[in-house]
């Protein structure tokens, strides 16, 4: 009978051991993501990043993209329609991160196309006709421009405003985030400042209403 009490004594007290442990360990990933959000802000928040939605939305996503990027345009109509179901609720902002062959000349052209105030339209024309300049991985800048110029940019302004000086700043800076947050594939996504624990749609969808649980309690 002593035996068994003993048993049973030290039965409870690893249970108690393994539940303060892992106690410990949830609460010290949660502040570690934490810090990691807080340190990730400094990358994420760049006031040149072109942005849709309500620019004071509780839920800020930064999305990673490359225009080359089949997976960018997948998601791309899918993060819209989160952002519909919840409107004024999201804000998403792009950054370059031109990483299929010949994209780093793309996104030249999406960012002078942005200094004419269509870097929307740039960028959904482009990504209905990226099975059209995008072959073999690799992005044919030459192909790109029929399909922009049904835009009505002024083409010549644009073609000059490629190789300017602030759109060369731009993308140095996003590809320089990119790096310190580790960035290495697109679409890579921030919601709040925290990275995707794992990549996919629904593991996007849950970091978002997590964090619109958490900034409006419902």
């Avoid at 048993?7 to 108690?16: E, M």
């Avoid at 819209?80 to 031109?98: D, F, H, Q, T, V």
């Avoid at 993308?171 to 679409?187: E, F, G, R, Y």
Wanted: glycine content about 6%; charged content about 20%.
């Amino acid at each position: 009978m002593k035996q068994k009490n003993i048993f049973i004594a030290a039965a409870a007290l690893l249970l108690v051991v393994f539940i303060a442990g892992a106690w410990f360990y949830s609460n010290r990933q949660a502040e570690q993501a934490a810090q990691l959000a807080a340190k990730n802000q400094l990358a994420l928040a760049r006031a040149q990043a072109p942005s849709f939605g309500n620019p004071n939305a509780p839920v800020q996503i930064v999305e990673f993209f490359d225009p080359a990027c089949g997976t960018c345009r997948d998601f791309y109509p899918l993060v819209k329609e989160m952002m519909k179901a919840n409107p004024g609720k999201i804000k998403l902002s792009m950054r370059y991160a031109p990483f299929h062959p010949g994209s780093d000349q793309v996104v030249k052209v999406m960012e002078a196309a942005r200094k004419q105030g269509q870097f929307q339209q740039a960028l959904e024309v482009l990504f209905a006709s990226q099975n059209d300049w995008v072959q073999n991985h690799t992005a044919q800048v030459a192909l790109i421009w029929g399909p922009l110029s049904a835009l009505g940019l002024d083409m010549d302004r644009l073609k000059n405003d490629v190789n300017s000086p602030e759109v060369a700043r731009v993308i140095a800076q996003d590809l320089a985030d990119a790096k310190t947050l580790n960035v290495t594939m697109t679409p890579e996504y921030f919601v709040n400042g925290k990275p995707l624990p794992n990549f996919g749609f629904d593991e996007l969808k849950k970091l978002v209403d997590d964090a619109l649980v958490s900034a409006t309690g419902k």
